[in-house]
């Protein structure tokens, strides 16, 4: 039991991790980023090349990650969801499916259909607390990703950017009358949000192996732990991160991994029925 539950809160904290970029991305600009799951296996892919071909750990990645990847968000931004902004609509929801397939095919043609491994120096060390054992990646990978949510949040409530991005995502018209550039914030929070993705599958890939499909099965993740927490909520995606990872591995310990996510799903359901909003957001953000 206490195996699993702390297991499941250090995959959860990588799995919250992704999730604030995909709640930010919905809470600023009403984007529903389908092909999120895609920038967290383009992350995982620059671990693997650079462990394959220059020989260095994959957690070295998490300097180059975010900025590649949400490099990759930006231009995703500007030439396919800009037009979306404001609305979710059939059209967006379609046009980041196609995203997600056009990238994970090419991920497909560069790398191949075979899952892939890499060794960070962290993979083969354990801390021993008692009954409990837990690998020294999963404990770095956590608080890398614990960190950078704090950091997130941080910026979003103290800088002036931060404000800036609360009032675009409150009113964007408002805030333009007021001399604020929407155009550019949502520029920057969707290079922010992709890049978290990017940086997730930078410390995911030191202990998670990664194919094509990888971002398929996270993507979700990301989607159930955003609204278990608050349509929006930073912080609150982060937490249903953490209750994703929780409830994943409870199931696998004592019932079966191969049905770890119908208790998710399950979750998804009784929340959307029941409490729409999530754990932390407005009555009015769904």
């Known amino acids: 039991m206490i195996q699993a539950l702390v297991s499941g809160i250090l ?43 220059l020989g260095l750990d994959p957690l070295l990645t998490v300097f180059v990650a975010p900025f590649l990847v949400g490099g990759i968000g930006v231009l995703a931004y500007l030439f396919i969801y800009r037009r979306y902004v404001g609305r979710t609509t059939l059209q967006q929801l379609l046009a980041a499916i196609a995203l997600a397939l056009i990238l994970q095919s090419t991920a497909q043609l560069v790398f191949g259909p075979e899952t892939q ?40 409530r103290l800088t002036r950017w931060g404000q800036v991005v609360r009032a675009v995502a409150d009113d964007a018209e408002a805030a333009e009358i007021v001399g604020q550039n929407a155009q550019w914030v949502n520029v920057t929070a969707f290079g922010l949000a992709t890049g978290l993705a990017g940086l997730a599958g930078a410390v995911l890939v030191t202990y998670y192996p990664v194919n094509p499909h990888v971002g398929f099965v996270l993507m ?37 991994p191969a049905l770890q996510d119908i208790p998710l799903y399950a979750l998804l359901l009784l929340f959307l029925a029941f409490r729409p909003f999530g754990l932390f957001g407005r009555a009015s953000a769904h």
């Open 11 to 53: 995959l959860g904290g990588v799995y919250g991790l992704f999730s604030v970029g995909f709640s930010l991305a919905f809470g600023v600009m009403r984007i529903v980023n389908f092909a999120h799951g895609e920038m967290v296996m383009l992350g995982m892919y620059t671990g693997f090349l650079v462990f394959t071909y």
């Open 117 to 156: 491994a890499v060794r960070s120096v962290f993979a083969s060390q354990y801390l021993l607390l008692g009954p409990v054992f837990v690998s020294y990646a999963q404990v770095v990978a956590f608080a890398i990703a614990a960190v950078c949510v704090l950091a997130v949040e941080g910026v979003l």
């Open 220 to 256: 979700p993740i990301a989607l159930i732990a955003t609204v278990l927490g608050g349509l929006g909520s930073v912080g609150g995606a982060f937490i249903g991160g953490l209750i994703c990872g929780v409830v994943e591995q409870l199931t696998s310990a004592y019932w079966t």
